[in-house]
């Protein structure tokens, strides 16, 4: 296999197609982001972001460090959020990824 199409797994050491290894590295990421936003682990949550991330939800809209801030206030208020992840999907073309997960 070329190496631009296969990636060693972390753990294995195992060849597996590159599409398939950025799928789950995607999946690991939003899994992530979930763990650590409703533990408030805000210095963990912070290592999933680029640093000009931006989060867009239903209720809120800027960046990264702005969602953690609101996000905390919130809980210091009694806001109390359990996210549920569902099925994921993820696309990927070239170097770009589109991830939609059922929350």
Known sequence: MPATSARMTPHS???????TADK??????IENWVMWRDGR???RFRTNWHSDGHM?????????EEFITVSQEGYDRGVRIMHTLGGST???KGKR???????
Do not use: H, K, S
Request: charged share 20%.
């Open 90 to 92: 993820v696309d990927i």
């Open 97 to 103: 990824a589109i991830a939609q997960t059922r929350m």
């Open 41 to 43: 682990l805000w210095n």
């Open 56 to 64: 867009w939800a239903t209720w809120f809209q800027g960046t990264y």
């Open 24 to 29: 789950l590295a995607i999946r690991e990421l």
């Open 13 to 19: 050491g195992e060849i597996m197609p590159r599409d």
